[in-house]
Structures are given as C-alpha cells and as structure tokens.
C-alpha cells in the first residue's frame, strides 16, 4: 500500500527556517517523482517543488528558488524540503505526492498525496 506522510510543519517567524519530511512506504524513491505542493485557505493548489531520480533534476516554482532546496535520502525513502528565510506568503499547508518517472506540475499528475502539514510563518 503507497502512503506518504509529511512532518516539519509549524510556526516560525519569518526569515526563519523548516524542514519539512515526506516519508514513502510502499514503493521505493528510484523510479519515481515526488513532488510538493502547497495550498493556502482561497488559492489554488500550487507546486513548490519537485525531485525525479530518473532525470536527475529538480524544479522549484520561481517565488522559492534560492530558498527552498529539496533532497532525498533513498536509505530512508524520504524526501525533504528545506525551507529558509520564510515569508508570510509561504503560509499553507504543504503535501508531498508520487507520479512515476517525470514531475510535472500539475497536482492532477500524481497519484498518490500524503494528508500535509500545516506551515504558518507569523511574527
């Protein structure tokens, strides 16, 4: 059975730092792209960030570039993503998802989602 199940979340002012944690079960990293998302109360689901072993590359939406940076840890089939100096405007809860091989940036792509963790960057 696929599942994902994100951790990390919280409060944190802004210009502060959170690793967020998506750890599979039930398939194996190699073969297969993660991505995260994020969705804020009244907008539309958006993707951060995404990472595929198969092309060997990572996509990051342009509002977090510089700032986010996600990696994976096959040993432990998890997918992090690092986010420093947070704004307010990064406030949503964020998802990881599968979809074979490619990423793709539309949240329809992928199959399988973990049930997200909430990030709130406030002062």
């Known amino acids: 059975q696929v599942q994902l199940v994100e951790s990390g979340g919280g409060l944190v002012q802004p210009g502060g730092s959170l690793r967020l944690s998506c750890a599979a079960s039930?398939?194996?990293?190699?073969?297969?792209?993660i991505g995260w998302f994020r969705q804020a109360p009244g907008k539309e689901r958006e993707g951060v960030s995404c990472?595929?072993?198969?092309?060997?590359?990572?996509y990051y939406v342009d509002s977090v570039k510089g700032r986010f940076t996600i990696s994976r840890d096959n040993a432990k089939n998890t997918v992090y993503l690092q986010m420093n100096s947070l704004k307010p405007e990064d406030t949503a809860n964020y998802s990881c998802?599968?979809?074979?091989?490619?990423?793709?940036?539309?949240?329809?792509?992928?199959?399988?989602w973990g049930q997200g963790t909430q990030v709130t960057v406030s002062s």
């Open positions: 998802a599968q979809r074979p091989y490619r990423c793709s940036e539309y949240h329809n792509d992928y199959a399988h």
């Open positions: 990472t595929s072993e198969r092309e060997g590359s990572t």
């Open positions: 039930g398939f194996t990293l190699d073969g297969n792209a």
